[in-house]
């Protein structure tokens, strides 16, 4: 099993930016591709970014496309989610999930437990 912790959700206005961290505390990560998913009220769950396991390969949704931006330190097992000029559509509650993959395709095993991002207009 693998446990994993998001934090850094919050409110903020659009145009602005937050961060968001998934880590897995007493795990080694390295082996896992990585993804950030979001679902927004309503809608289905979407993934927005994801990463391959040793970091060098980055994947994004056209959505969020030059705006988002996902990085991972295995030393630290934790992966990041940047996200800048936030627009309202961004809200969503936002999951880090990891899959027994390096690649971080297919079905992903492990998920956090959600964390809210919320952005006014």
């Known amino acids: 099993q693998v446990q994993l912790v998001e934090s850094g959700g919050g409110l903020v206005q659009a145009g602005g930016s937050l961060r968001l961290s998934c880590a897995a505390p007493g795990r080694t990560f390295s082996s896992y591709g990585v993804g950030w998913f979001r679902q927004a009220p309503g809608k289905e769950r979407e993934r927005v970014a994801r990463i391959t396991a040793n970091g060098a390969n980055m994947f994004y949704a056209d959505s969020v496309k030059g705006r988002f931006f996902i990085s991972r330190d295995n030393a630290e097992s934790t992966v990041t989610l940047q996200m800048n000029s936030l627009k309202p559509e961004d809200t969503g509650v936002y999951y880090c999930?990891?899959?027994?993959?390096?690649?971080?395709?297919?079905?992903?095993?492990?998920w956090g437990q959600g964390i809210q991002v919320t952005v006014s207009s």
């Open positions: 999930a990891a899959a027994n993959n390096p690649y971080g395709l297919g079905n992903y095993d492990y």
